[in-house]
Nanobody, 126 residues
Framework: VQLQASGGGLVQAGGSLRLSCDAS????????????MGWFRQAPGKEREFVAA????????SYADSVKGRFSISRDNDKGTLSLQMNSLKPEDTGVYYC????????????????WGPGTQVTVSS
C-alpha cells in the first residue's frame, strides 16, 4: 500500500489547514475500504504520536486528547482518499504528519499502523 499525504504548510496560530492522503497499490482482493486509516505526527525532538483514526466505513473515529474538538478526520471510499481538517491550530501542533493505514478494518489507533506514507510538514507560528 502506497500513501501520499499533501496539504501541509506554514500557518499562524489559530488558523486552519486541511491534509489529504491518496492511497494506492492495494493487494489483489483488497481496496481502500478494506483498511482503517489514520494520521500520526512527529514534532521536532519527540517520538511519533497518534493523532486520529477512522474505521473502514468512516462511521467511527478516534482522536488524541490533544486534538479533540479541533481536528476532524474523514474518508471517501469511492475516491480512495483520507482527509484531516485541522482548525484552531497551535504551535504545539507543529510537526511532520503521516498518513497511515492498518489492515484491521476496525483499528482505532491503539497499535502501530501497518503502512506509513512519507509525511507532510505542518508548521504553526505563534
Amino acid at each position: 500500500v502506497q500513501l501520499q499525504a499533501s496539504g501541509g504548510g506554514l500557518v499562524q496560530a489559530g488558523g486552519s489547514l486541511r491534509l489529504s492522503c491518496d492511497a494506492s497499490g492495494f493487494s489483489s482482493g483488497f481496496s481502500f475500504s478494506s483498511y482503517a486509516m489514520g494520521w500520526f505526527r512527529q514534532a521536532p525532538g519527540k517520538e511519533r504520536e497518534f493523532v486520529a483514526a477512522v474505521i473502514w466505513s468512516g462511521v467511527r473515529k478516534s482522536y488524541a486528547d490533544s486534538v479533540k474538538g479541533r481536528f476532524s478526520i474523514s474518508r471517501d471510499n469511492d475516491k480512495g482518499t483520507l482527509s484531516l481538517q485541522m482548525n484552531s491550530l497551535k504551535p504545539e501542533d507543529t510537526g511532520v504528519y503521516y498518513c497511515v493505514a492498518h489492515q484491521h478494518p476496525y483499528w482505532s489507533g491503539t497499535s502501530d499502523p501497518d503502512y506509513w506514507g512519507p509525511g507532510t510538514q505542518v508548521t504553526v507560528s505563534s
